[in-house]
C-alpha cells in the first residue's frame, strides 16, 4: 500500500509562474486535505475536500486553487507562484471528515 | 476558536531520559487530542490519540492524558532513543468543523546517544 502520495517532491518556481501539485491516495478515503508547513509555524489548511465533488477553503486559500478530480486525487494549483507561498506543501486525507487523517511524505516548493 | 500552544523547541536529550512536551488547547464544542510525529524528510505519522476528557493515548512508549480542567495534552515518554529523534506536532480537531486540523509549532527534539 503506498498510501498518500505527492509529486513532485521539490520544485523551484519564479515568481508569477504557475503549477500544479499533485496528490493521490489508495485507501479509498473519501476526505482530502491540502495543508502548508512554514518554518516556526504548524501546518495551516489551505483547503479540504470532505468528499469528492466539494471543496472547501481552509485558514490560508488566498492564491491557490483545488481540484478533486476523482476520489483518489486531489491537486493544488497554483495560478501565478509568489514568494510568500515559498513552504513545504502536505496533502493529507481520511476515511471520513473526522477521521484520522494520513499524510503525504510533502513538496517543498521554492519560488524565487 | 480553536487553537494550540505548543512547547517551544528545540528539546535536546540524552538517550534514556524523561521527556515531556507540553500542549494546552482552546477549543469551541468538545475536541480531539492529537500527537503527530514528523521524521527527517518524511510526512507526518499519528503517534497518539484521545477523544474525550481523561482519555489516555499511548503507542511506543509515548503517553498524553486529555486534561479538561487545565485544557492540556502533554506528551511524555520515560526513557527517550535516539530513534525518537523527530518534530512533534500537537493538534486538535474540533468537534463542529468538518475534520479540520488545528496544528501547534512543533517542537524539535534531539537525542543523543
Known amino acids: 500500500n503506498a498510501g498518500v502520495t505527492q509529486t513532485p517532491k521539490f520544485q523551484v518556481l519564479k515568481t508569477g509562474q504557475s503549477m500544479t501539485l499533485q496528490c493521490a491516495q489508495d485507501?479509498?478515503?473519501?476526505?482530502m486535505y491540502w495543508y502548508r508547513q512554514d518554518p516556526g509555524m504548524g501546518l495551516r489548511l489551505i483547503y479540504y475536500s470532505a468528499s469528492e465533488g466539494t471543496t472547501d477553503k481552509g485558514e490560508v486559500p488566498n492564491g491557490y486553487n483545488v481540484s478533486r478530480l476523482n476520489k483518489r486525487e486531489f491537486s493544488l494549483r497554483l495560478e501565478s507562484a509568489a514568494p510568500s507561498q515559498t513552504s513545504v506543501y502536505f496533502c493529507?486525507?481520511?476515511?471520513?471528515?473526522?477521521?484520522?487523517?494520513?499524510f503525504g511524505p510533502g513538496t517543498r516548493l521554492l519560488v524565487l | 476558536g480553536n487553537s494550540v500552544t505548543q512547547m517551544e523547541g528545540p528539546v535536546t536529550l540524552s538517550e534514556e531520559a524523561f521527556l515531556t512536551i507540553n500542549c494546552t488547547y482552546t477549543?469551541?464544542?468538545?475536541?480531539?487530542l492529537f500527537w503527530y510525529v514528523q521524521y527527517p524528510g518524511e510526512g507526518l505519522q499519528l503517534l497518539l490519540k484521545?477523544?474525550?476528557?481523561?482519555d489516555k493515548g499511548s503507542n511506543k512508549g509515548f503517553e498524553a492524558t486529555y486534561r479538561k480542567e487545565t485544557t492540556s495534552f502533554h506528551l511524555e515518554k520515560g526513557s527517550v532513543q535516539v530513534s525518537d529523534s523527530a518534530v512533534y506536532f500537537c493538534?486538535?480537531?474540533?468537534?463542529?468543523?468538518?475534520?479540520?486540523?488545528?496544528f501547534g509549532r512543533g517542537t524539535q527534539l534531539t537525542v543523543w546517544p
Open positions: 493538534a486538535l480537531r474540533g468537534g463542529s468543523t468538518l475534520g479540520r486540523l488545528y
Open positions: 484521545a477523544t474525550k476528557a481523561d
Open positions: 493529507a486525507s481520511s476515511e471520513l471528515a473526522g477521521e484520522t487523517q494520513y
Open positions: 477549543a469551541t464544542g468538545y475536541p480531539s
Open positions: 485507501m479509498n478515503h473519501n476526505s
